[in-house]
């Protein structure tokens, strides 16, 4: 017989000292710091001081956006920062960073919208000198060129009153945010805070929100690469794909590939395309889909209105339980969806290729998901301006999460969710001690990740830093 241990006993008291909690947290801190980011962000909130004195405005937006990355949910819980100070250094109240939001009008959110233009470009710009650059990302097994960029709407529910808070179409009660995320590397591009009735596909709330992304990258990546954005059905809107084709004009290189309705014209083409014509789909490692096929519709289906060269591409398959059928797909048997996009056949463009690469899309739901636990899953303020600037904080955190993984990290960590982060690197309690004139933070000799924080901490302190 085998006998279990009982575990030791413990006398617990609350007069612990030179410990600290969430000592990795300070990882993102530094990286803010190495990336100019807490720099420019005072440039952009300079106003907000106007008498010099007190918090710097940037370091307590910065400071919001380290707590938000670290798993904090409102603006209390600021405390964990500022109650240890020894690591975070002096970090603003609560009412000191609410008047701070309050502050930020649409002036300052276009501001704060530059100062991550900026930081970004030096972010990648180290990436560049230490690494091999902003990694590509991947769809059935190859590399997709240039960047990629996925957009996509989602519902926040608010449990009280807030300002132009309102019915959705899901029957709940909140906002609407549109998002843009970067592919390549999870960072979050741009959102835009709408009201919960704002309808999923207009065209000029995919304008902005595009617009705004594309202002977050780099120069050199804006219009020296492809460009390839994503979007579900609310995106085939035929003013926003012709808005598209227009920067084409002025040199941003742009591509599409979006979700469009199942019509009865597609409903039609369906049926009259032979069974020789469908060719198995791919997953996303290469092989073959079992009970998937994949065929194109170009030239069946009047695409007028359209850009020119536009393609229209169907993927059926066998629904897997649960899935939502609509009464077509009930009578064929079979999930069928559509999509379109611009890219020619030539250069490997096939209705296979694809299809697997628009499936890719399907990734933005985790980054809308880990975004939610990133800060814009709830919104602090009654107040629809301040729930606004919350949210360009929230996607300032998944932006530090995202360079962290980029610049810092190897292996499962470099593609791990922010759960994961914060369970094994981030809420790693430490013991301070001083020597040397220098202030010491210890990880315990038994934290199975220790290694991997500590060399994080290098690595940052090796970065190439910003001139001036």
């Known amino acids: 017989m085998h006998t279990t241990g009982s575990r030791p006993r413990l006398v617990v008291s609350s007069d612990g000292f030179g410990v600290v909690g969430h000592a990795g947290s300070r990882l993102l801190a530094d990286l803010a710091d190495v990336t100019g980011l807490t720099g420019v962000f005072t440039d952009a909130l300079r106003r907000l001081r106007p008498r010099g004195t007190g918090h710097d405005p940037g370091r307590i937006a910065t400071d919001l956006a380290v707590m938000l990355a670290d798993g904090g949910e409102t603006i209390t819980d600021l405390a964990v920062l500022r109650d240890q100070g020894e690591v975070f250094g002096p970090v603003a109240s609560t009412p000191t960073a609410w008047r701070l939001l309050v502050g930020i009008d649409d002036v300052a959110l276009a501001r704060l919208r530059s100062a991550r233009a900026a930081a970004r470009e030096t972010a990648w710009l180290q990436a560049a000198e230490t690494g091999e650059g902003i990694p590509a990302a991947r769809a059935g097994d190859r590399q997709l060129p240039g960047l990629v960029l996925d957009i996509d709407a989602t519902l926040v529910t608010c449990h009280s009153e807030k300002e132009r808070a309102a019915a959705t179409y899901k029957g709940g009660f909140g906002f609407h945010p549109l998002l843009c995320f970067l592919a390549n590397t999870g960072e979050g591009l741009s959102g835009r805070l709408r009201p919960g009735n704002a309808g999923a596909n207009t065209a000029s709330d995919h304008i902005a929100v595009l617009d705004d992304a594309l202002a977050q990258l780099p120069q050199g990546h804006r219009y020296g690469t492809e460009i390839l954005i ?17 920067l084409r004009e002025q040199g941003v290189n742009t591509f599409f590939s979006v979700g469009t309705a199942v019509t009865e014209d597609v409903r039609r083409a369906i049926r009259s395309v032979p069974d020789r014509l469908w060719h198995p789909a791919l997953d996303q490692d290469g092989s073959l889909r079992p009970g998937a096929e994949v065929t194109e519709l170009t030239g069946l289906v009047d695409l007028t209105g359209y850009p020119a060269d536009t393609r229209l591409i169907v993927r059926r398959e066998r629904p897997h339980p649960g899935a939502q059928l609509s009464l077509f797909d009930q009578d064929e048997g079979l999930r069928h969806q559509v999509f379109l996009t611009d890219t020619p056949f030539a250069g490997g463009g096939s209705a296979q290729y694809l299809e697997v690469r628009h499936r890719g899309h399907a990734t933005v739901e985790d980054r809308i998901r880990c975004g939610k636990d990133t800060g814009f899953g709830r919104f602090p303020s009654r107040h629809f301006q301040v729930n606004a600037a919350w949210l360009e904080l929230s996607l300032t955190a998944i932006d530090l999460l995202a360079w962290t993984q980029l610049l810092l990290l190897d292996g499962n960590l470099a593609t791990a969710e922010p759960r994961k ?19 010491h933070m210890r990880i315990s000799a038994t934290w199975p990740w220790r290694h991997e924080l500590a060399t994080a901490f290098h690595r940052l302190a090796s970065l190439p830093r910003p001139a001036g």
């Open 421 to 439: 982060l914060r369970y094994r690197l981030l809420h790693v309690a430490a013991r301070l001690t001083r020597g040397g004139r220098r202030l």
């Open 230 to 246: 994503r979007a579900d059905s609310a995106g085939s809107a035929k003013a926003f794909l012709a808005h598209l084709r227009e």
